[in-house]
């Protein structure tokens, strides 16, 4: 995938304002650990996760989705009605029909020039929302595009929290396809890309590259269809070793890839945006692709995995804590269940985002109390 006419203008992004720490968790898993005999502290170990966060109960994922694709709008400074596609692509979505996209549409204001659907591909959503737009900008059928996505964790975690304590057959191992389901968070991630002509920015996307291995399909996979946020019970089962190994290989075949179409030398690639799955995987990864951590920018530590809105998601918070300077190339690597990578390539030149006022428990400070559905917890 080449591309001359395309730049990435803007990010804008909503983070719930109710944080759950894997402490607390645990501490929600008490029957489980007492009966298994499993030490305090696990989770966090496993993971590298310290906390992650939860919209309020019954909130649609549309409603986020209207805030971050509104702060998005007014980064770029553009007009609404240069807007010529809309795309929602996280794995949550208000109902089955008609598409997300409709309603916030609706009430972003949006033109009905615009063509709206909805896009899902687990961990990858929006990053092939991103290749859509970028194909029809470069194609000459829109100006500017909106990419879009909010996703929900309560439900999951919740659920997942309520059978594992419940389930009194379950072993240590069998857990262990319940774990992955612990980590994911809550958030919205919007983002505007545009023709060349219109950018203020001349962040280019330069290429990209897609790969799929789908023999390993079956490694992650959730209930027959449990992406409706509004009462969902959803429950997911992940051989989280398996993965993280298919995943990686993966990417390091995709990477050689990504390099020859991009035009650049390992040493060249300055910064990195990967997918937000735990620390191990974010060691393993960096190493099987010959990086350095300092290149690369994480939030899985306070965030959790936060699915098709991670990479994108990181990428925003990279650039307004400065991780991005001037003329530094830069890759967006996402690996999805499935098993898909998508990696793409950006030449950085400036922000037009506001200087970050990060949530202070992303800077290691202690988290709030929360208030938990039965009392108060932390």
Not at 230 to 241: A, F, I, Q, V, Y
Not at 308 to 327: F, M
Request: proline content about 4%; some cysteine; glycine content about 10%.
């Amino acid at each position: 995938m080449q591309y001359h006419n395309v730049c990435l203008e803007a990010f804008g992004y909503a983070l719930p304002d109710e944080i759950v720490t894997s402490a607390e968790i645990e501490a929600m898993l008490g029957p489980l650990y007492e009966r298994l005999h499993l030490p305090e502290g696990r989770l966090e170990l496993m993971t590298g996760i310290r906390q992650r966060r939860f919209w309020k109960p019954g909130t649609l994922p549309s409603e986020p989705s209207v805030a971050s694709a509104n702060k998005a709008i007014r980064a770029a400074g553009i007009d609404k009605a240069q807007i010529g596609a809309l795309i929602h692509a996280s794995v949550c979505r208000d109902y089955l029909e008609p598409a997300t996209a409709c309603g916030v549409h609706h009430r972003l204001g949006l033109g009905p020039h615009c063509q709206i659907f909805d896009l899902s591909n687990a961990c990858l959503g929006v990053l092939n929302g991103m290749v859509q737009v970028a194909n029809m900008i470069e194609l000459g059928q829109i100006r500017a595009g909106l990419v879009v996505g909010t996703e929900s964790s309560r439900q999951l975690v919740e659920t997942t929290i309520a059978r594992l304590n419940d389930d009194e057959t379950l072993t240590r191992e069998q857990m262990k396809l319940a774990v992955a389901s612990l980590t994911i968070g809550s958030a919205s991630v919007a983002v505007i890309l545009v023709d060349r002509e219109l950018s203020r920015t001349d962040n280019r996307l330069l290429a990209g590259v897609a790969r799929t291995n789908t023999e390993f399909h079956a490694l992650c996979h959730s209930g027959r269809d449990e992406s409706v946020a509004g009462d969902m019970r959803p429950l997911m089962r992940t051989d989280s070793e398996q993965l993280l190994r298919v995943g990686v290989e993966t990417a390091r075949e995709a990477f050689t890839a990504f390099l020859d179409e991009v035009d650049w030398e390992l040493a060249e690639l300055d910064k990195t945006f990967c997918h937000q799955v735990g620390v191990a995987h974010r060691r393993l990864l960096l190493e099987a692709l010959d990086l350095t951590p300092a290149i690369d920018f994480s939030t899985v530590e306070w965030l959790g995995n936060t699915g098709s809105v991670a990479v994108p998601l990181t990428a925003a918070l990279g650039i307004e804590g400065g991780h991005l300077s001037k003329g530094d190339r830069v890759g967006l690597f996402g690996i999805g269940s499935g098993i898909n990578v998508l990696m793409l390539g950006v030449e950085w030149q400036r922000s037009l985002q506001s200087s970050l006022r990060r949530p202070r428990a992303a800077a290691g400070g202690s988290s709030p109390a929360l208030r938990w559905p039965g009392g108060a917890v932390g």
